[in-house]
């Protein structure tokens, strides 16, 4: 599975953003997927996840409220949907996915980063 992240930009803060992020290869066996953020000199961190129905999604607490995740199965694309975008938001989005696994165990992995593809990151940069 091949995963690339793209849709990053420079922005005002309190914008508007859209990341996608597309899968290849054997995209059919994904199960959850997530995103995930790394700001200059800092780890990365969970942001949202996502099941395969997109009947379940997580957010980390920084975003909840602003940001939202979603998936489109048909085009094998995962995004996530970001509003009144603050400066903290500034850092490389990365998407990634979990193969197989059930839902539950998948959905908690993601909040852990234990994911099995990751695709290279789409800068976002929020200027105040």
């Known amino acids: 599975v091949q995963l690339q992240a793209f849709g990053g930009g420079v922005v005002q803060s309190g914008a508007s953003l859209r990341v996608s992020c597309t899968a290849s290869?054997?995209?059919?066996?994904?199960?959850?997927m997530g995103w995930f953020r790394q700001a200059p000199g800092k780890e990365r961190e969970f942001v949202a996840a996502?099941?395969?129905?997109?009947?379940?999604?997580h957010y980390a607490d920084s975003v909840k409220g602003r940001f939202t995740i979603s998936r489109d199965n048909a085009k094998n694309t995962l995004y996530l949907q970001m509003n009144n975008l603050k400066p903290e938001d500034t850092a490389d989005y990365y998407c990634?996915?979990?193969?197989?696994?059930?839902?539950?165990?998948?959905?908690?992995?993601?909040?852990?980063?234990?994911?099995?593809?990751w695709g290279k990151g789409t800068q976002v940069t929020v200027s105040s």
């Open positions: 990634a996915a979990i193969w197989g696994r059930t839902t539950v165990q998948a959905m908690a992995a993601a909040k852990t980063g234990d994911m099995d593809y």
């Open positions: 290869g054997r995209a059919g066996g994904i199960n959850v």
């Open positions: 996502i099941s395969r129905s997109g009947s379940t999604t």
